[in-house]
């Protein structure tokens, strides 16, 4: 391995939740030592913890995902399974209402989604990353209520983290310094990589924003009567139109956790009663019938972080030498949609990759790493942002032919998707990110979408599943 500045075989992954783990196994065989930089205290067993500040909502690990995951770590998926998560078949086991009506539930067999809570997720995920440690040539330490304060190095290389202890003592506070070949930043949303930067004397990477102003809510609930419990989950999404939105999906132990939705100041409440009530209003009787059945778990937790933004670290000479961000560091969804966790474990299971072709961290490692992880996170981007934009655009901008093309095939698409098995599977396989957004674009499916006339989807949910 080529020699650089600072650690010359050794690596640091700034943040040790879901990402920071994965980062770690994809290290794993090609350094001599990961430094784990976590703010956090990890709790005992599989409870929450609060530098996990989405962690009480829902979260759905998509096919693209789990098949990361496994890559990674495997038989990760069987025993996040076994654990409790609830493996829901799409759209089998999902009513979803669509602007056109309910879709059809087919049974395609194609996408196994799992529903399931970050606790167990996070646990499952960080038990089994530092069992691999163990049995691996690798060393590695978690630094646990530890906070990262800056890289080191200059414009051109970074050479290792400043860290600090938080936990107080005449020399709790005092800053020292971690040498390392490479450095990765897994550090969620609150990644303080732009201000960093402008310390080494780059200037930050260049930044998208879509922000529709979308806040949500969420409360576990467990049906009271096992003749009552539902079969299905269910998934509103709001749309221009009707922009509240809601889901009912199944977890852990018998519990299921709703999660509704608003956009632009019409914000979910927290109060209790004031939940139901706007619950109710989501437009269909579903939601209300299987809340009112239901024995309330928890209180409701609100979240109103919800912008999606894309950091472009990838562009040719954005990052100096040693420096990889993963995860909502990189790029940040709308938590709406579910991409969120597996978009890190895709991103994670690049870098290895890279890491593998290249032989370990060299000069340049770093940017083929990054680019692989923005090749990954595209279409996860893109299905964002294109569902978002409505709701972001500006009335008094007209748009231009190109946009008001796709804006008709997209519609189109979608439409047809809810009721047509190959429109449809082709949509899920870019939902669930396991194709690229070609798939959209593929002969069969465009002149499916184009062709075959425009029709309404179901008008009342699906008790019935067809074959395909």
Request: aromatic content about 6%.
């Amino acid at each position: 391995m080529a020699e650089q500045a600072g650690g010359a075989r050794d690596a640091i992954v700034i943040g040790g939740g879901l990402t920071g783990m994965l980062a770690v196994v994809a290290l794993l065989g090609h350094v001599e030592s990961v430094t784990v930089v976590e703010r956090d205290r990890y709790p005992e067993g599989h409870t929450f913890r609060k530098g996990v500040p989405q962690a009480r909502h829902l979260h759905l690990f998509l096919t693209g995902g789990q098949r990361a995951l496994d890559a990674l770590l495997p038989g990760s998926c069987a025993a996040l399974i076994a654990a409790g998560a609830r493996s829901l078949d799409l759209p089998r086991d999902i009513l979803v209402r669509t602007p056109t009506g309910w879709q059809r539930r087919f049974d395609e067999g194609r996408h196994r989604s799992l529903s399931l809570t970050r606790p167990v997720l996070d646990g499952v995920v960080r038990e089994r990353a530092l069992r691999a440690a163990a049995a691996s040539p690798t060393r590695v330490e978690v630094l646990e209520a530890t906070e990262a304060t800056g890289l080191t190095g200059d414009a051109r290389q970074v050479t290792g983290v400043r860290v600090r202890s938080r936990n107080g003592g005449p020399d709790g506070r005092a800053e020292r310094t971690l040498p390392a070949a490479l450095v990765v930043d897994a550090s969620g949303r609150s990644s303080r990589a732009p201000r960093w930067y402008a310390e080494l004397g780059r200037a930050a990477p260049h930044e998208e924003t879509v922000d529709v102003g979308l806040s949500y809510a969420t409360r576990m609930y467990r049906p009271r009567t096992t003749d009552g419990s539902p079969e299905t989950g269910v998934n509103i999404p709001g749309r221009p139109d009707s922009p509240r939105g809601a889901a009912y999906l199944p977890v852990e132990n018998g519990a299921w956790l709703l999660t509704v939705s608003g956009v632009r100041g019409d914000h979910p409440p927290t109060d209790a009663a004031e939940f139901v009530a706007f619950s109710a209003t989501i437009g269909d009787p579903d939601i209300r019938d299987l809340v009112a059945d239901a024995e309330p778990l928890s209180p409701v937790h609100g979240f109103r972080d919800t912008y999606n933004r894309r950091r472009n670290f990838a562009r040719p000479g954005a990052s100096p030498d040693g420096f990889v961000v993963l995860g909502d560091a990189h790029c940040t969804f709308n938590p709406v949609y579910g991409q969120g966790m597996s978009v890190a474990a895709l991103g994670a299971l690049a870098l290895r990759e890279t890491l593998d072709k290249e032989g370990g961290p060299r000069p340049g490692t770093a940017a083929s790493a990054q680019r692989a992880v923005a090749v990954v996170t595209e279409p996860a981007w893109l299905v964002a942002v294109g569902a978002d934009r409505p709701f972001a655009r500006d009335d008094d901008r007209k748009p231009g032919l190109g946009e008001r093309l796709t804006g008709w095939y997209v519609d189109r698409l979608g439409a047809r998707a809810a009721i047509d098995p190959v429109v449809g599977a082709a949509f899920r396989d870019v939902l669930c990110l396991t194709a690229p957004m070609s798939r959209l674009v593929a002969p069969a499916v465009v002149a499916r979408t184009v062709l075959l006339p425009r029709r309404p989807a179901l008008p009342a949910p699906p008790r019935t599943t067809e074959p395909v």
